[in-house]
């Protein structure tokens, strides 16, 4: 166990120990089960309605490279939804993705939630994403929000929603040619989003026995994520800012990757196998690190370190 | 026989009873998860919103998917995360700051600093002290997720604690 480890171990027992009074049960409970009025739902669906901006981050690796462009926000014309569903309004829209085979095909993210509930909650929403318009230049696409209306409440009780997802839905983009060379707009806010270009990714030449590429996605800080699922672990090459080239807990070995020099660490959470993360520089700016997440839910072994070095060397 | 309207009153009274008594034994738990996550000024109508919460969708509480604390934990991780929202769009109250002079203040602002997601792993995990297999059910996501997602806090909090990286 490593000094944070310990550190955050210790501040939880600390913290589990310290009897701090909790509120009374029986006063919020007052609370909680008196019925409501709904005119108490429109301050925090207003509030969650805009607060789902993304951040979108330009990288050298997106084919349209972000150059903090915004134009002016496009008028979108109201769009058509899920049946039965009636129209919230649009939002951002994040991260898009060019598909790996058809060039006229992009993904973006878009939230699910907050556009609908009673107070203090939210319902789940549909997003549905539409293209504005399309020029040699330039794609705007937005992204409309929709919900079915929620049934009565029952006596003596009050509606609400089952909305636990914390993630956004992936929606898929046809486009009536290949993107190109042409930047991605949201029409929410007019800003240019980059577009992550798999071909701009790192790929393994080389698979253990069992192993299957799943996707692309952005990583924290505008890096760019490929990832494949096996029998024992989880592989993901990460490629993006040179802040990537770093160790975990314990440095195990020194290795070449890609003709750069290379560390290979591993981390340690009580209880489960040792993850490992080799990290190298691919240039001054970039780097790059291929990331072994063990499988706790498997009796089958994860890769060694031999074998994983032999993968990260595959890497073209 | 009662009235309808005396029936369904003495119904939710039933019911209420039921439920705190149901909740009682995880209460704590709870108000310490919404110590943690939401910001200092709002941690009460968190853990308020998240009972309230609790109470009407307690029809949906599925035991053969998962145990009644995490799931109480999950909706009160989701009641933080909303609120977090809502205070950085109205208000923008620092909420890095914690109304109770903590153990470790440094550890606590770096970890107060982290994105909602990691937070809330480190949270369960080393403050509530939560498996990892527990975490993953209360965010609804696999476990070699919460492994990467702390593994990513901790590295974040390395960098914000000037840990040296080797």
């Known amino acids: 166990m490593n000094d944070l480890d310990e550190r955050l171990t210790r501040a939880g027992e600390q913290f589990r120990s310290a009897a701090e009074r909790a509120p009374s049960l029986d006063a919020m409970l007052d609370g909680a089960t008196r019925p409501r009025h709904w005119t108490r739902v429109i301050l925090p669906v207003a509030a969650s309605v805009v607060a789902v901006a993304g951040v979108a981050i330009a990288v050298p690796l997106a084919r349209s490279s972000g150059h903090g462009h915004r134009a002016a926000p496009t008028a979108a014309a109201r769009p058509s939804g899920p049946p039965g569903s009636h129209y919230l309004g649009d939002e951002t829209w994040s991260e898009p993705v060019l598909d790996a085979t058809h060039p006229n095909i992009v993904y973006v993210n878009a939230e699910q939630t907050g556009a609908q509930g009673s107070w203090g909650s939210a319902c789940t929403t549909t997003p549905v994403a539409r293209i504005i318009s399309q020029t040699p230049d330039a794609v705007t696409i937005a992204v409309g929000k929709y919900a079915k209306p929620l049934p009565p409440p029952p006596p003596g009780s009050e509606n609400a929603c089952s909305d636990m997802d914390l993630g956004p839905k992936q929606l898929t983009i046809v486009l009536g040619q290949p993107l190109g060379r042409r930047v991605m707009i949201d029409a929410t806010d007019g800003a240019t989003r980059p577009v992550l270009d798999p071909a701009s990714v790192l790929k393994l030449g080389y698979l253990p026995a069992g192993y299957t590429q799943r996707g692309i996605s952005w990583g924290d800080k505008g890096s760019a994520v490929r990832s494949y699922q096996g029998p024992g672990s989880s592989l993901s090459v990460t490629v993006g800012p040179a802040s990537l080239n770093r160790s975990m807990g314990h440095i195990i070995k020194r290795t070449t990757v890609r003709g750069h020099p290379a560390t290979v660490s591993s981390d340690f959470i009580p209880g489960f196998e040792q993850d490992i993360l080799i990290a190298w520089s691919e240039d001054a700016t970039h780097a790059a690190t291929l990331y072994q997440m063990s499988d706790y839910s498997t009796t089958h072994p994860a890769l060694s370190v031999a074998e994983l070095i032999r993968v990260a060397q595959s890497l073209r | ?166």
Not at chain 2, 108 to 137: F, N
């Open chain 2, 1 to 166: 026989m009662p009235a309808p309207a005396a029936a369904v009153t003495r119904r939710t009274a039933e019911d209420r009873e039921a439920f705190a008594d149901w909740i009682r034994p995880h209460w704590d738990g709870l108000a310490q998860l919404a110590r943690r996550l939401a910001p200092p000024a709002e941690w009460e109508d968190v853990l308020q919103e998240a009972l309230s919460a609790a109470w009407r969708k307690r029809g949906q509480f599925d035991e053969q998917r998962g145990t009644a604390r995490n799931w109480l934990l999950a909706i009160v991780a989701d009641q933080a995360r909303k609120g977090r929202r809502r205070m950085r769009w109205l208000s923008r109250v620092a909420d890095d700051a914690y109304e109770d002079e903590p153990a470790d203040p440094d550890l606590d602002r770096a970890v107060a600093q982290l994105a909602m997601r990691q937070r809330t792993a480190v949270v369960l995990h080393y403050y509530l002290g939560l498996p990892v297999a527990d975490v993953a059910a209360v965010m609804s996501c696999a476990p070699g997720t919460v492994k990467s997602t702390l593994s990513d806090a901790r590295t974040q909090l390395r960098r914000a604690l000037g840990e040296d990286y080797r």
